[in-house]
């Protein structure tokens, strides 16, 4: 068969991949970036989902509108607005997941060999998403506080990218948040330059002590004409279930209609079912006692992480420590002679029966070979601890 020539430009998803290897007896992996299916509400889901079919099930199980089911779209512009984010229910579309949100803006945005900038290392579905409709990507650097606005000033001006694709908040695979004043600054800058911004925002209720920094989106109230420049990407996959598949996207009006014009060639409209299931969660209030379940788990889970790191890999390793989210990032020193590819020693790990992911595939080019991503999100703190003990044997 002779397929078409946009799947030239990606290739299977590395992780995906991995997780083939994954069905060798009491292996512990740190590869996913999964929530934990032992936190989800599911007896809050149960109630809406009883709720919806019993209480006026036709409308539910029928077509509905591309834009999504009403009721949710007050739902998550109420959502949105305890985060400090205004939006109306109509300056939003819900999309099956966040992903879709961000293919939908690959597809109204992206023309073959349009420039893109985006977070080195970022969320690889996005690298191949873009990649797909012909992008030309480019990484901008980051450190612990999120991208370097410096260096993204210079990439913005010198390369004028049709859009700007950041995760300001507890990325994936960093794990870092951007600082409030760097967040301020890409405003700015996206003003002054014309520039949109996409800001995806999956993992920003996940924090552990302190609410991180507000969103762009929230913020963009105080930086004049931005929120033309701004698209927000939000999901409720990490704090609800997966499996719903109900995520949003909130855009300038003009980007927003032609998002949901692709939608309705895609799939017309995201389950109704699902919709409904998820507006009827969002009125029993039950969502902040979860997240406050989940937030002290993962704290746990991440501090443990921390401490097992350094205790058994000492100067092998160097991370930041996340504030929230779901992953660490680390990078191997080579110290003492010892070798600092990733990928040999995500093989000599699975050896000793753990897995990770190795940081390459984050990048759109140029990786970072001595990188690797740990997720601790579906590990409880023993497995932690034995699973970093075991890749302390990898080194």
């Known amino acids: 068969m002779q397929f078409a020539d946009r799947l030239k430009n990606v290739e299977t998803s590395a992780i995906r991949e991995l997780f083939k290897l994954l069905g060798k007896p009491g292996i512990?992996?740190?590869?996913?970036?999964?929530?934990?299916?032992?936190l989800f509400d599911a007896e809050g889901i149960k109630q809406s989902t009883q709720a919806v079919l019993t209480d006026n099930p036709g409308p539910v199980l029928q077509y509905g509108a591309t834009e999504g089911y009403q009721p949710l779209r007050v739902?998550?512009?109420?959502?949105?607005?305890?985060?400090g984010a205004t939006v109306a229910p109509?300056?939003?579309?819900?999309t099956t997941g966040s992903q879709q949100a961000l293919d939908l803006i690959g597809k109204t945005m992206i023309s073959p060999g349009d420039k893109v900038i985006?977070?080195?290392?970022?969320?690889?579905?996005?690298?191949?998403?873009?990649?797909?409709?012909?992008?030309?990507?480019?990484?901008a650097p980051i450190d612990a506080d999120g991208v370097n606005v410096d260096q993204l000033e210079k990439l913005i001006e010198e390369h004028k990218p049709k859009l700007v694709y950041l995760i300001p908040t507890f990325g994936n695979p960093s794990g870092a948040t951007l600082s409030l004043a760097r967040r301020q600054r890409i405003l700015e800058i996206a003003v002054r330059t014309q520039t949109l911004v996409v800001e995806d925002d999956p993992y920003g209720e996940l924090y552990f002590d302190q609410p991180p920094p507000a969103s762009l989106l929230a913020l963009s109230d105080q930086v004049a004409g931005s929120r033309d420049w701004l698209a927000h990407c939000g999901s409720f996959s990490k704090i609800l279930s997966p499996g719903l598949r109900v995520g949003w996207m909130i855009a300038p009006p003009e980007l927003l209609a032609n998002a949901t014009m692709c939608k309705q060639f895609s799939d017309a409209h995201t389950s109704n079912l699902t919709q409904a299931t998820a507006a009827h969660y969002l009125t029993l209030n039950r969502l902040n006692a979860t997240l406050a379940k989940v937030r002290s788990t993962y704290a746990e889970r991440a501090r443990v992480m921390a401490q097992s790191l350094r205790e058994e890999l000492g100067d092998a390793v160097e991370f930041n420590q996340p504030q929230g989210g779901m992953f660490f990032w680390a990078r191997l020193t080579g110290a003492h002679g010892k070798s600092a590819n990733a990928g040999e020693f995500a093989k000599r790990a699975i050896e000793q029966g753990?897995?990770?992911?190795?940081?390459?595939?984050?990048?759109?080019?140029?990786?970072?070979?001595?990188s690797f991503r740990l997720s601790f999100a579906t590990v409880g703190v023993d497995k932690i601890r034995e699973g970093i003990a075991r890749l302390a044997k990898a080194v």
């Open 118 to 139: 985006v977070e080195a290392p970022t969320f690889l579905a996005t690298i191949q998403c873009f990649r797909l409709y012909g992008a030309h990507i480019i990484g």
């Open 75 to 83: 739902g998550i512009s109420a959502f949105m607005a305890a985060k």
């Open 28 to 38: 512990i992996s740190f590869a996913g970036g999964f929530p934990d299916p032992a």
């Open 354 to 370: 753990v897995a990770f992911v190795p940081g390459a595939p984050f990048f759109a080019h140029d990786p970072d070979l001595a």
């Open 90 to 94: 109509e300056g939003l579309i819900v």
